[in-house]
T-cell receptor, first 109, second 114 residues
Framework: EDKVVQSPLSLVVHEGDTVTLNCSYE??????LLWYKQEKKAPTFLFML????IEKKSGRLSSILDKKELFSILNITATQTGDSAIYLC?????????FGGGTRLMVKP | DAGVIQSPRHEVTEMGQEVTLRCKPI?????LFWYRQTMMRGLELLIY????????DSGMPEDRFSAKMPNASFSTLKIQPSEPRDSAVYFC????????????FGSGTRLTVV
């Protein structure tokens, strides 16, 4: 059975801090790893990673994949209160997307 | 593009009643997925369709749950009879099958069964 595990479960930081969210996986027929941000409604797409060692960056967010060690990290620098959300990691394997349990991030002013 | 459209946005019903959730995928997408999200279990895949055909329904919790996709632009998820433990947010997502997982999610239906 495909498995995706995220850590920490929750995190409280202050504005300006840098955070690192972790995602490890055990799947068959890996195709890609995706990060989503979920605020009040539907998950919204952040990154798709398919190759090891290549950092994807969007503003203050960046992510990298290690296919040998089977994990990915999502970094957020200079956090803002608007970054408060649940961050979901998902792995696309075979023909399906399996989600981790998410990391709930709260950024305090 | 209107995105994935789900209805209703909220549903409150009494235990034992039938509930039908609706989804209109993005035009041109050939895969459709139903997910359920709860605090305890996170996002769980219930069923997915490819070209309107159910491919994997192993995530459907029990026989009370059924899903149909009569055409490429419409799908339903039905719960009959509903139970309080079915209370959750139900998401529909669609993708073009070759996107390597770049799904687009609808806004979800928040179901409360009392």
């Amino acid at each position: 059975e495909d498995k995706v595990v995220q850590s920490p479960l929750s995190l409280v930081v202050h504005e300006g801090d840098t955070v690192t969210l972790n995602c490890s996986y055990e799947v068959t027929n890996f195709r890609s790893l995706l990060w989503y941000k979920q605020e009040k409604k539907a998950p919204t797409f952040l990154f798709m990673l398919t190759s090891s060692g290549i950092e994807k960056k969007s503003g203050r967010l960046s992510s990298i994949l290690d296919k040998k060690e089977l994990f990915s990290i999502l970094n957020i620098t200079a956090t803002q209160t608007g970054d408060s959300a649940i961050y979901l990691c998902a792995v696309y394997a075979g023909n399906m997307l399996t989600f981790g349990g998410g990391t709930r991030l709260m950024v305090k002013p | 593009d209107a995105g994935v459209i789900q209805s209703p946005r909220h549903e409150v019903t009494e235990m034992g009643q039938e509930v039908t959730l609706r989804c209109k995928p993005i035009s041109g997408h050939n895969s459709l997925f139903w997910y359920r999200q709860t605090m305890m279990r996170g996002l769980e895949l219930l069923i997915y369709f490819n070209n309107n055909v159910p491919i994997d329904d192993s995530g459907m919790p029990e026989d009370r749950f059924s899903a149909k996709m009569p055409n490429a632009s419409f799908s339903t998820l039905k719960i009959q009879p509903s139970e309080p433990r079915d209370s959750a947010v139900y998401f529909c997502a669609s993708s073009w099958g070759r996107d390597n997982g770049g799904y687009t999610f609808g806004s979800g239906t928040r179901l409360t069964v009392v």
